[in-house]
């Protein structure tokens, strides 16, 4: 099943929504996407990256939040 997993941008500090795989109980593996660019961007997991991941409320309502390596 997928879902959207909220990684952190290490340039400017926003989420970008990426889709990911559930593997395991709150793990995901976030999925490639072609709305990264190493060369420009720096996220804090990059696609491919196996996650543990915290629901988070933001300011539009609560998301899953990538926040360590699983």
Known sequence: MKETVFVRSLKDD???PVQAE???YAVYLL???DKYNPVEEAWEFPPGTLVRVQAI???FGSGLVAVDLA
């Open 14 to 16: 926003t989420y970008i």
């Open 22 to 24: 559930i593997k395991a």
């Open 31 to 33: 999925n490639d996407t």
């Open 57 to 59: 409320d933001f300011n």
